[in-house]
Every structure is written in structure tokens, then in C-alpha cells.
């Protein structure tokens, strides 16, 4: 059930041999019903929350909607396993692995589904986007009536989302304000197919739910759900292209020229998306390049396929990358939000830039003021090293992760003399990435040294331990699901949840008031009114708890 197998390398590569494939390898209609699978389930969450009837602006009528969407997300995650049950039984094992790529698949897009729900239910009765229009969704549709009017817009920024977001807009004839909204649930919805789509590059289907989705649950964000996206979809693809890299000596001229294609396409449309992974991922992937390079077995090829990946790559993106490279010398970023105030060695968390009522932070650290959680992650770092350094996965992974450690110090330490963050504690989402990644693969690779053992292999094989497994990752994914969902939830601090409650404060473009703003009797206002400032501390005053909104009884 749970398979260790993935594609096994040529003898001569130096990478370790991989044990033989305990299940079939992947075909293309299969990985095709997968994608389609994760997408449905994804979407069905979405539809399903539309049906939820509560007012986001009562926290109660929140809580309400939040177990509304657990409900339905138990009544499917129960007919999955069910599936997986009868297919374990001797007359229906033959069936037994398509129905575990079925629920590993559908796993992955309830999870971003169930988000995305929550974010339906929070934006219930308005028309604008998360923020409505303040802060980067402003700037995002500011851009985006710059394209429809002018074809372009500033070129030092990635360009694919204002672009897609002008085109929705021109498509449906929407204001980009209120097509921002749908673009977040939409994108919010896709992260985790995505994610365990692009994971299945390299993994099976339930290790690319376990090491693919679990560790990306963490960088999940519905207000611009594009960014860290492309973080899930960039690990993967890269250390797909250097596994090949590493092969290059055994693969056939034709198979050189596709893959470097494919792979120059795919990272240029990634850059397109957000380029700023590429900043702290580049120092990391040069030191794998160069440690993995088929230096004796595949010189000219490997040259050959570096090129063709670049070459392609620059030809996908030039446009904004000849923008940025120009602008990065000029541009400076003094968006000095709270988490560049917090100690910079600090990467246990990622919290975005509105993080609310954290208590003390960094939280309090159990061993020299480092917390349980952190120790874990270096102790999954040390045994990943240790059971397999030699690993194309593992080589990468921690040479990225080295890169960007040294990148962070070395923009943190000029943040003084230059007056300028230049995104530097953004570095903290991929850090933490990287070190919940190896602690996965320590686990993989710790089971593929145990696999020549009879009993282990057995064990790994049994229908219960896959059961068992899976039954747990549902519970987990809606519990995170339901964690992540509820911050987002109309809140008064300064947390993500005042991007929702913006969206229903704010007047709608025509002048009248989001359908649930009447039951605060406190109106609405214009984007520059100092008025909505005051409303905010006096509905502060009335919550239940720091943040939260009141219950208003009897209102529907």
C-alpha cells in the first residue's frame, strides 16, 4: 500500500539503485484520471460550500459554516475509504490500486477545496476579492485595467496573473475588483491538485499525497494563492530535471532534446507566474547542478540538456526577466511588517504578513530558545543525510536549503545600512519547506533500506497499514483544512481574517453596502473613509474574544 517504488535508475548512474517497482508504473490515462479525480474533488467542495446559508459576519454563523464544510468533506473522505475497503477484499484486489490512486488524488483536492470553501463562506454577500481594495489585491486590479487598456503594464513584476486576471475580467465582462474574487477561490481550490500532481513527477500515488500535500499544507494562501503554488510546483519539477541531469549519459539524444524542452517551458511558465523562489532556490540549485552533473558518464549530453533547458527557459521568460534584472539594482522594498521585526534565524512558521494576536514571537523555545517542532525538523534533516546523502532528492534539497539560509542572513544584515526588507523574511515559507520535505524523504528512504527485509516489505504491502494511513491523512487534511479556512474568516485585528471583513465593509462599486453588513448596523464606507478605522475598535470591543465578531441573535 504504501509502495517505496519509483522510476529506477541506470546502473551506471551514481545515484544508489532503487529497489524493484512493488506497483505498476503510471500510464497516461490513469495519471489523467487523477488529475481529473483531484480537480472534481476539489471543485465539489467549492459547490458544495456555495449551499452553506450563514452570515460570515457573526462568528457563530462562521463556527456553522466551518462544520458545514467538515460535514460534507466526512461524507466524501467515508465513501473514499469505503471504496478503498472493498477493493482490499481477495475478490476485488485487482482493483484495489486504482482505488488508492483515486482516494490519494481526491484527498489532495478536498484538502485546497475545503479552503477554498471557507473562503466562499467568508465572502458570502459581496462581490469584492480578499482585501477588497486595499493593499496587493488594490495593486493587482490597478494592473490588471492597466493591461485591458494598454496591453502591458510594469515590467519588474511577474506578469501571468494580472494578465490572467485582465483576460477573466474582459472574458466575463467583470470588473477586475469583483473577478479577483472568483481568480482567489479558483487558484485556492487548484493548490492542492496541483501540488500532488507536480509530486507525482517522482512519487507514487500515496507518498505523493503524504510528502507531496502534507508538507505543502503549511503554504497554502487564498489571498494571492499563485506564489507559494509555484514554491510546490518549482521543488519537484527541479529535482525531476536533475534527476535526469544525472542520468544524461544514459538517455538517447531524442529523449535529451524533449526533456529539455519540456523543462525550459515549464520553469519559464513558473517564473512567469512568481519569480521570487527563483532568488533564494538559485545558489542551492547551481551547487546541485554542479554535484550532479554526469561529469564521466555524459559530459556533452548533460551540457546539451542545460543548455536546451535554459535556452527554452529564456525564451519563455524574457520578457520579465530582462525587466527584472534591469530593476534589481533600483527597486526597494520598505514594507517593514511585523515579522521583520522577529529574530531573524527564527523559520519554525510561515504566517504571512498579518499574522493577529500571536502572543509572544518567536513562541517560546523549550531548548536554548528553540521550540520542539524546529528540533524535529533538524533531527528528519540529519536522518535524511544519513540514509541518503547520495540521493538526487536529498543533495538538492539540502543544497537549496543552504543557499537560501545564507541568502536570508545576507539580505537581513543590509536591511539597516539600505532601508529596505527586499523580501527577505519571505525566504522563511521555502526554508520550512525544505526541512518538512527531508524529514518526509528520511522516512522514504528509511523504508526503502528496511524493504529487502521480508517482514517489513510485507508489512509496507498491507491493505490495513494503507487504510490506517490514509484514514489518518483525511483527518488531517480536514483539520488543516478547517485551521487554514478559519483564518480567514471575517476577524477585526490585524489578521488575515480583516482581508475578508474589508470585503464586506468596503461599498461595492456601485455605492451600495455588501448583502451582510447591515446586521453590524455600522454601514459602509469608501476606501479612504477614517471613519471604518473607529468601527473596527468599537466591533473589537464586542467580540467574544480578541478579533472575533459578536453573535447576533436571531439575525439571518
Known sequence: MLSTASEQPPRTSPEPPSPPPATPRRTGPLYAAEAAVSLAAAGLMVLLARGVDVNPLDRIGQISGLAALQLRHALIAVVLLALVVITARVRWAAHAPLARRIAAAAAA????????????????????????????????????????????????????FPHVLAWYSQLTD????YGLRIIQIVGTALFGPIAYLSWRLLLSPMW??????VPAIVLIDPYKPYTNLMLVVLVPVLLTLLRRLRRAGDTPWRTIVAHGIAFGAVIGAVFLIYSGWFVWSAPGVLVATLVLFPWRTGRRKG??????????????????????LRASGSVKDRFFYWDTWTEPAYIAMWRGDLPGNTGPWPPPGELGGVGLFTIL???????????????????????????????????????????AVQLYPRSTAELLYCLLLLTGFAG??????????????????????????????FLLIASAGSSTGDRYMPRTDNSLGILALNSHMIELLDGTCAAYTA?????????????????????????????????IPGER
Not at 528496511?450 to 489518518?472: D, E, F, M, Q
Open 444 to 473: 522514504y528512504y528509511g523504508l526503502r533500506r528496511l524493504h529487502g527485509i521480508a517482514r517489513v516489505r510485507t508489512a509496507l504491502a498491507s491493505p490495513s497499514l494503507g487504510l490506517g494511513v490514509l484514514t489518518a491523512l
Open 519 to 551: 446586521t453590524l448596523n455600522q454601514g459602509c464606507f469608501a476606501p479612504d473613509d477614517p471613519r471604518l478605522g473607529e468601527v473596527l475598535a468599537e466591533l473589537r470591543k464586542q467580540g467574544p474574544k480578541p478579533g472575533e465578531l459578536p453573535h
Open 303 to 324: 551540457l546539451a540538456f542545460i543548455a536546451i533547458t535554459a535556452t527554452v527557459f529564456v525564451a519563455v521568460s524574457y520578457s520579465h526577466l530582462s525587466e527584472m
Open 377 to 419: 525538523a533538524l533531527i528528519g534533516l540529519a536522518a535524511a543525510i544519513a540514509v541518503a546523502r547520495t540521493r538526487t532528492v536529498v543533495i538538492t534539497l539540502t543544497a537549496v536549503f543552504g543557499g537560501a539560509w545564507l541568502l536570508r542572513f545576507h539580505f537581513g544584515s543590509q536591511m539597516y545600512a539600505a532601508d
Open 109 to 160: 483536492g478536498l484538502f485546497s477545496g475545503l479552503v477554498a470553501g471557507a473562503v466562499v463562506i467568508a465572502l458570502r454577500g459581496t462581490s469584492w476579492g480578499l482585501n477588497a481594495a486595499y493593499g496587493d489585491a488594490g495593486t493587482l486590479t490597478r494592473w490588471a485595467h492597466e493591461v485591458i487598456r494598454t496591453g502591458t503594464f510594469v515590467g519588474d513584476y511577474p506578469p501571468a
Open 208 to 213: 505523493a499525497l503524504a510528502l507531496g500535500v
Open 174 to 177: 467583470t470588473p477586475p475588483e
